[in-house]
């Protein structure tokens, strides 16, 4: 017989139950969306350094950025006016992003409790601190 009472058949037809139902929507949107999951923090971190590197490297290009060997630091120095105005917007738009960025800054990167370490997306073990 072809009839199965988990499956059914209706006038020629198959009728689902809810949950083959449900297994079904789950097994087509998973097909059709595969990049609704984000990956690890991790590997996300690692994915981010190319195109983090990329745009440093056009800014120093361009002079926007400027690296001090003395204080080992990039400096901006000739910031558009309508990006820096951009910026600033931004800024005022979304201040308690720039609170939380200014309290990270003051967290040392390197050694056991640094930013490496409180946030496990870097190897921090052999600091040099």
């Known amino acids: 017989s072809l009839y199965q009472p988990e499956i059914g058949i ?13 297994l079904v929507r789950q097994a087509r949107f998973e097909s059709r969306f595969p990049y609704d999951r984000l990956p690890s923090g991790v590997v996300l971190f690692d994915r981010m350094e190319t195109s983090f590197e990329a745009a440093i490297q056009t800014m120093v290009s361009t002079k926007m950025l400027v690296y001090q060997k003395d204080s080992n630091l990039l400096v901006a120095e000739k910031i558009p006016t309508d990006l820096s105005e951009r910026a600033m917007e931004l800024n005022s738009n979304e201040q308690e992003l720039i609170k939380i960025l200014s309290d990270i800054e003051e967290i040392s990167l390197l050694g056991a409790n640094g930013l490496k370490d409180r946030t496990k997306l870097m190897d921090y073990r052999y600091d040099f601190v």
């Open 10 to 22: 209706v006038r020629g037809g198959l009728k689902l139950t809810t949950p083959l139902r449900a």
